[in-house]
């Protein structure tokens, strides 16, 4: 088993900035991403790290805003969001999976991971 635990979420104003945290515990992970889903819309992949090879993904709509880091030694992921826009507003989810296809990059798809944590959401006012 994986647990997972996001935090950091909140309120700002367009152009601002926010850092997401997902500690997580249990086994060890292959991959960790980020995905987020807004009202009415589908899950969509924001970004992922490969845990051993630091190897990054991000969705076009997020490239050169969002950073994702790993910290081994908390066993943390970051979100480091940057020039936020009224779009980015939804709930942030982690995401975790310990096993199953290598993939090239990253996987940003839905259903490569298999644990996720609950939530925080992210509001972002024009």
């Known amino acids: 088993q994986v647990q997972l635990v996001e935090s950091g979420g909140g309120s700002v104003q367009a152009g601002g900035s926010l850092r997401l945290s997902c500690a997580a515990s249990?086994?060890?992970?292959?991959?960790m991403g980020w995905f987020r889903q807004a009202p009415g819309k589908e899950r969509e992949g924001v970004a992922a790290?490969?845990?051993?090879?630091?190897?990054?993904s991000y969705a076009d709509s997020v490239k050169g805003r969002f950073t994702i880091s790993l910290d081994n030694a908390k066993n943390t992921v970051y979100l480091q969001m940057n020039s936020l826009e009224p779009e980015d507003t939804a709930m942030y989810y982690c995401?975790?999976?310990?096993?199953?296809?290598?993939?090239?990059?990253?996987?940003?798809?839905?259903?490569?991971?298999?644990?996720w944590g609950q939530g925080t959401q992210v509001t972002v006012s024009s």
């Open positions: 790290i490969s845990t051993g090879a630091g190897s990054t």
């Open positions: 249990g086994y060890s992970r292959k991959y």
């Open positions: 995401a975790a999976v310990n096993g199953g296809s290598w993939y090239l990059a990253p996987p940003l798809g839905f259903s490569a991971y298999n644990y």
